[in-house]
């Protein structure tokens, strides 16, 4: 058993509401502290705005797709994409940071 679930602190799956405005209109996401730290940590390193980048997933969702039924979906989808197309995620563990605890193995693509 890989006992991810089991060691992880049970606060990360825990269902967190912001609200996000996106073109102009605010709208309330839930997701799980664990996706909001993987999205703080992606925006940041796309060097955005939590809301800039929410905005850019969603308008990239609408022209793939011509809708989002389910944007709270699409940034649980976006996250692990984001985790699975990293040649290398190491996150450091001694940061304090509950994600990182979670995310500390190392990925590697298939690439």
Known sequence: MCKI???SDTAL???KTRSIRI?????SIRLELIFW???DRISEEE???????????????LVKRGSIANFSSALRVACTAYLNNKEHVKFNS???DPAAEIL???LVSNK
């Open 94 to 96: 001694d940061c304090h």
């Open 37 to 39: 730290q993987l999205l």
């Open 13 to 15: 799956f825990e269902l």
């Open 23 to 27: 073109d102009g209109l605010v709208t």
């Open 47 to 61: 060097n955005l705005k939590l809301s800039e980048f929410l905005s850019k997933i969603y308008y990239e969702g």
């Open 5 to 7: 679930y089991i060691n």
């Open 104 to 106: 500390s193995w190392q």
